[in-house]
């Protein structure tokens, strides 16, 4: 049996630490240790960005880091993109695009999306659809995607 180790982290802004096995995926300690369900767990193999979180600024995947990697990160996930308990801009638009259907594809497609916009404020159709390359959406066909990230754009020019 391997030995418990505490982690300590701050979430959304939040200082948390909980015992966890050294083992275990950062995506499994986010949403059964710390209990934020909005991360999902996908394909783990990196392949589909359900599990996509912000760490230490970073996008990643989160069912390819093991927890005990994150000591002493700052781990932002889709539950802390709100700001002020109200929707970000690029929430909102996703909500009134109708960029989502069934919503697992969110964390990824949206901090993909965050990403781009911190780097490129007025990105191209090319562009967005490049961004949200490595995120997998079953429901939509994308088209309503690109058009919420490129209203997100717009709103914030």
């Known amino acids: 049996m391997t030995n418990s180790?505490?982690?300590?982290l701050t979430v959304n802004g939040e200082a948390?630490?909980?015992e966890i096995?050294?083992?275990?995926l950062l995506v499994e300690v986010i949403r059964?240790?710390?209990?934020?369900?909005?991360?999902h767990i996908g394909c783990l193999t990196g392949d589909c960005g359900a599990?996509?979180?912000e760490r230490d600024g970073q996008i990643i995947k989160s069912c390819l880091a093991l927890a005990a990697s994150a000591e002493g990160s700052e781990i932002t996930t889709i539950e802390g993109l709100a700001e002020n308990g109200?929707?970000?801009t690029l929430q909102q638009a996703f909500w009134d695009e109708y960029g989502f259907q069934c919503g697992y594809c969110l964390p990824g497609m949206l901090f993909s999306a965050?990403?781009?916009l911190a780097q490129n404020a007025s990105p191209?159709?090319?562009e967005i659809r490049h961004a949200i390359n490595g995120n997998l959406c079953r429901c939509t066909g994308y088209d309503t995607i690109v058009k919420s990230i490129a209203e997100a754009a717009a709103r914030t020019a």
């Open 5 to 8: 180790i505490r982690l300590n």
């Open 51 to 53: 599990c996509t979180v």
């Open 124 to 126: 191209s159709e090319d």
């Open 114 to 116: 965050k990403d781009l």
């Open 16 to 18: 948390r630490s909980v």
């Open 21 to 24: 096995d050294p083992r275990r």
């Open 32 to 39: 059964e240790e710390l209990e934020l369900p909005g991360t």
């Open 86 to 88: 109200e929707l970000s």
